[in-house]
């Protein structure tokens, strides 16, 4: 089944202390990418990734680091989380010819 | 430059009586085009995509929607809303694959009333 896995899909963690969301696809996408969605502003771009090694900003890169050191995952890094970073994140897969988005589950993010 | 405008931000319908949930884009290119619907604590699902085919796209759950070059919208409709159908709904825009170039709508939430 083709699928988009985040992990973990909840969390509370403390200011400071860094934590890692995973992300893996299994439908051999060149582009993946990082959302965060926040009440009342939609979903919003953090980092995207055209293909391995190859990562660039998105609209709210500030806070936050990605890696794209293989095709099928392209984590998410918040080295020091800050209450702010308190957000529902979402990773995507893009691929075919129409450019069809495919989503993980979330991960609800909590800093305190 | 492209962007993609949802015009409600809610909209309240009654079970049973017709869903209409507006979307207008703005592309110099000939876009493809997407519906997504997100139920609480869910991540976003593709209801239904135009990609420069068929104008009317149907999608899953009676959802369809109308590409109208010359208006430039995307329109979701159902006839009958159900109670299932209360989520937050996304209209999103691409131009081509292999890059980032994905606009989404602020969303439109809604509501279903018994």
């Known amino acids: 089944e083709a699928q988009v896995t985040q992990n973990p899909r909840y969390l509370i963690t403390v200011t400071g202390k860094k934590l890692t969301v995973t992300c893996s696809q299994n439908?051999?996408?060149?582009?993946m990418s990082w959302y965060r969605q926040d009440p009342g502003l939609g979903l919003r771009q953090i980092y995207y990734?055209?293909?391995?090694?190859?990562?660039d900003k998105g609209d709210v890169p500030e806070g936050y680091k990605v890696s794209r050191k293989e095709k099928r995952n392209f984590p998410l890094i918040l080295e020091s989380p800050s209450p702010n970073q308190t957000s529902l994140y979402f990773c995507?897969?893009?691929?075919?010819?129409?450019?069809?988005?495919?989503f993980g589950e979330g991960s609800r993010l909590t800093v305190l | 430059a492209q962007s993609v405008t949802q015009l409600d931000s809610h909209v309240s319908v009654s079970e049973g009586t017709p869903v209409l949930l507006r979307c207008n884009y703005s592309?110099?290119?000939?876009?493809?085009l997407f519906w997504y619907v997100q139920h609480p604590n869910k991540g976003l699902q593709l209801l239904l995509k135009y990609t420069s085919a068929a104008t009317l796209v149907k999608g899953i759950n009676g959802f369809e929607a109308e590409f109208k070059k010359s208006e430039t919208s995307f329109h979701l409709t159902k006839p009958s809303a159900h109670m299932s159908d209360a989520a937050e709904y996304f209209c999103?825009?691409?131009?081509?694959?292999?890059?980032?170039?994905?606009?989404f709508g602020t969303g439109t939430r809604l509501t279903v009333i018994p």
């Open positions: 439908m051999n996408h060149e582009y």
């Open positions: 990734s055209m293909n391995v090694e190859v990562t």
């Open positions: 999103v825009v691409t131009l081509r694959t292999g890059a980032n170039n994905l606009f």
């Open positions: 592309s110099s290119y000939s876009p493809s």
């Open positions: 995507a897969s893009k691929g075919g010819n129409t450019g069809e988005l495919f």
